[in-house]
């Protein structure tokens, strides 16, 4: 069984800085890619960052990209997401998610697993 578990989230200033972790189990974590994904109350979900299997290639939503990076540590199966320059509109609860190639993609749906997430909250 795949679990996913989300750490690293808190209440920050504006202009602060958090890293979120997403430590992985039951699964062969170096095989497959990985993503973050934000939702505020009242909005819908939307993809924050996504990984290759092998580190080699991520790619960032418009609204983090050159604030935000993603990475992972395969020989401890955690994926982290370095989040810079916080602002209100990064408010919301972040869920790591796993799909089932070693690619990653921006659409929620193709994602099979998915952690209870982490709140991170920013204030103005």
């Known amino acids: 069984q795949v679990q996913l578990l989300e750490s690293g989230g808190g209440l920050v200033q504006a202009g602060g800085s958090l890293r979120l972790s997403c430590a992985a189990s039951g699964l062969r974590f170096d095989m497959y890619g990985m993503a973050w994904f934000r939702q505020a109350p009242g909005k819908e979900r939307e993809f924050v960052a996504g990984?290759?299997?092998?580190?080699?290639?991520?790619n960032y939503a418009d609204s983090v990209k050159g604030r935000f990076t993603i990475s992972r540590d395969n020989a401890k199966n955690t994926v982290f997401l370095q989040m810079n320059s916080l602002t209100p509109e990064d408010t919301a609860a972040y869920h790591c998610a796993v799909i089932p190639t070693q690619f990653y993609s921006h659409r929620a749906e193709f994602f099979d697993s998915w952690g209870q997430g982490t709140q991170v909250t920013v204030s103005s």
């Open positions: 990984i290759t299997w092998d580190g080699g290639v991520t």
